[in-house]
């Protein structure tokens, strides 16, 4: 009733002429402008490569004691992806990252196989079927995804704290995966088999290990009713854990505002569990998420973003752990979630806000809050990126704040500051 | 802003506006619908097709940023609005990325992401230019036209034309604009120009179509200058080129198949 009223105003502005006059001078401007650069009409086909590079320099500080360290990191990422036939198409996608510091144990040259697989769909684009290492991922969340169920291990180099970001990184999972599409739907299967044991640190492995530890296997439906709603389901089983149920939901709200769910109950293993006993423990919880994303007619987007985790350790839990193996070795356990992309407790919160164009063109500002609601601890992120034609320079500040018995403030990096080039060809 | 009794006051005012349009234009002027829809026709070929957009931001007077889409639109069924799946050329950073409209669902898929996020409307991907400036709209049947007269405007080439003026309120929940004031022009019913305006009432924006040219059977705008309501000196040229009619499967246009397209 208020839209239509509204629009009904609008119109009557439109009878009557509001806001005309003063106009056309202007218009008389804006119709004489000529471009500088002609039609680039020419090469505007698909590009089967797309390659770009990176550079970052920054400084860490950290706890304990311990001095700041100089940090830098160099990548080259590529991915080529071509039509060798009609209704074919072979994909490969490589990243080569070189970082320092690296942690205890890493290498500081680790390349990624993201991406190897064939491809064919049918004409009419409703069949289609994939074999190879394919990036499968699922799940609106912005920092936690419940119905992403391939996310664990995937990311091989952890080169960002931003999580969208970061996605860029991850490895697919080698599998068969088969889709059919219908009108307003579509259903997926996707058949991963074991192929190793262990995932690998060695520079140069496909790291078969860390995607495909298990037998597992995904069946996805998707559903669209109605325009501004829309809702996928899962049923999941892993060979070692058993099954998982998911759903998860989006829907537009006004012009403005785009609300997100997520959820994935079933069986999986206790992340404490899993990072100290030899035989980890199997457990029946849930996984949640749900947020809001509302943008402003200036280009702020704001997404804020509640996370459930029913396999982390709860407040209580992790004083208790805390008491049982120490601060240190905690690090062992966020290693552990870090390597699941879960998060490391019961409840946490997020806020990710972005701003296109902040202060001048080309320059966006964009800033994320990640806070375990039990022990206040909090991680943040802030980057100011100007967008050259084919080079963004960005810099980056991060910091992990709380007490020193905290998920965030027990970590040994505090802060980290670095500038970053990155390259487009 | 218009407050309750100046709305009501307008309400009232707005059948004696239309009226006395009606009656001087009755006779001599067609159908404001089909006018609109024949315009609707020479902006937007009735087949599926592809076409270059290329959009060329100005700010002053000083051109800011250049960008290249490629467009893919059909009809989803007999008389029904358009889908529209837009995938990034340049610049090299976006290349690849592509965004869905399909009615009101509006997807923005990033192949380096692998992700599909819902975006809303206001959620502007391309600079300045919103999103709708890049996909093909049937304004015929997301709003009802009301013929407000005959004028001479100018048109995108600084001509004097003889126009209809029509006024579309917005008709369905799909409607991006709450309303628009646009010029026909009386000879071939070509659009010359548009002024979308907000819900407040507010221009958003003036559209000028301009530089036809004979494309997919039609002479066609291949240009949209595009000046912005609020700050005139936002400037964004659509350019459009490279039309090609496509046999372009309905399932491009679902969420689902993004992370499968490539286009051709």
């Known amino acids: 009733m208020r839209k239509t009223r509204a629009r009904a105003a609008a119109f009557v502005a439109a009878v009557l002429g509001a806001g005309h006059p003063g106009a056309m001078a202007s218009d008389d401007a804006a119709l004489s402008l000529v471009p500088q650069a002609a039609d680039s009409s020419a090469g505007s ?31 080259l990422d590529l991915t080529w992806d071509a039509r060798f036939a009609p209704q074919w198409r072979a994909v490969l996608s490589n990243r080569l990252d070189d970082i320092h510091p690296t942690g205890p144990g890493g290498r500081s040259t680790l390349n990624s196989v ?47 704290a931003d999580p969208l970001a970061l996605r860029e990184n991850r490895l697919g999972t080698v599998m068969l995966r088969a889709q059919r599409l219908w009108d307003g739907g579509a259903v997926s299967v996707a058949v991963a088999p074991k192929l190793k044991d262990e995932p690998s640190r060695e520079s140069f492995s496909l790291d078969l290990g860390a995607t495909n530890h298990a037998d597992r296997a995904l069946v996805s439906v998707s559903l669209q009713p109605g325009g501004t709603v829309s809702a996928q389901a899962f049923a999941y089983h892993d060979r070692g854990t058993g ?16 609300a997100f769910f997520e959820w994935s109950g079933g069986k999986d293993t206790e992340l404490f569990s899993a990072t100290f006993d030899a035989s980890p423990k199997v457990s029946t919880r849930h996984r949640a998420a749900a947020g809001l994303t509302y943008t402003t007619p200036s280009r702020l987007s704001i997404t804020g973003e509640l996370q459930y985790n029913g396999f982390a350790l709860d407040r209580q839990q992790w ?107 | 802003m218009m407050n309750r009794s100046t709305f009501v006051r307008s309400l009232a005012v707005l059948p004696a506006c239309l009226s006395l349009g009606a009656s001087r234009h009755a006779l001599a002027n067609p159908d404001p619908q089909a006018l609109l829809a024949a315009s609707d ?16 931001e100005f700010e002053k007077g000083q051109q800011v940023d250049t960008s290249t889409l490629t467009s893919y639109a059909r009809t989803m069924e007999a008389g029904g609005q358009f889908a529209t799946l837009v995938r990034f050329v340049e610049p090299a950073r976006d290349a690849g990325k592509l965004m869905l409209k399909n009615g009101k669902d509006l997807w923005f898929y990033d192949p380096g992401t692998k992700s599909s996020v819902r975006i809303s409307p206001q959620q502007r991907l391309m600079g300045e230019a919103s999103n709708g400036d890049v996909i093909t709209v049937s304004f015929a049947r997301d709003y009802k036209a009301t013929h407000a007269g005959e004028e001479k405007t100018t048109d995108g080439e600084r001509k004097e034309r003889k126009a209809h003026k029509l006024l579309l309120a917005a008709a369905t929940d799909d409607a991006t604009y709450a309303a628009i004031e646009l010029w026909v022009d009386t000879e071939n019913r070509r659009p010359i120009k548009a002024r979308f305006l907000a819900d407040s009432g507010r221009l958003l924006k003036t559209a000028y179509y301009r530089r036809y040219q004979s ?44 992370p499968r397209f490539q286009g051709d």
């Open chain 1, 243 to 258: 099954w998982q149920l998911g759903a998860n939901g989006t829907a537009l709200w006004g012009d403005a505002t785009v």
């Open chain 1, 45 to 75: 086909g698909p590009r089967a490569l797309r390659v770009f590079g990176e550079l970052a320099v920054g400084r860490l500080g950290q706890r304990y004691g311990l001095p700041s360290e100089d940090s830098r990191r160099a990548s």
């Open chain 2, 215 to 258: 494309q997919l059977g039609a002479e066609r705008p291949t240009e949209t200058v595009i000046i912005d309501g609020l700050n005139p000196q936002q400037v964004t040229l659509v350019r459009l080129s490279d039309f090609s009619a496509r046999n372009i499967p309905t399932a491009w246009f679902q969420r689902d198949h993004l």
């Open chain 2, 41 to 56: 026709a020479i902006r937007n070929p009735s087949q599926p097709f592809r076409v270059t957009v290329t959009l060329i």
């Open chain 1, 114 to 160: 993201r991406e190897a697989f064939v491809g064919w769909q049918s004409g009419d684009a409703r069949q289609g079927v994939d074999l190879g290492r394919v990036n499968v991922r699922f799940g609106p969340a912005y920092g936690f995804n419940p119905t992403d169920y391939f996310r664990e291990g995937s990311s091989r180099a952890v080169t960002t």
């Open chain 1, 319 to 425: 004083r208790q752990a805390v008491d049982q193996v120490g601060i240190e070795a905690m690090g062992a356990y966020l290693y552990e979630v870090q390597r699941r992309q879960d998060i490391a407790s019961r409840k946490a919160v997020m806020v990710y806000a972005s701003q296109k164009d902040a202060f001048v063109k080309n320059l966006d500002v964009t800033a994320l809050v990640r806070y375990n609601t039990g022990d206040r601890s909090r991680f943040v992120w802030a980057e100011a990126r100007y967008h050259f034609r084919k080079v963004d320079v960005a810099l980056q500040w991060q910091a992990n704040q709380g007490r020193a018995s905290s998920e965030y403030g027990g970590l040994v990096d505090r802060s980290l500051v670095q500038v970053l080039a990155a390259f487009y060809f």
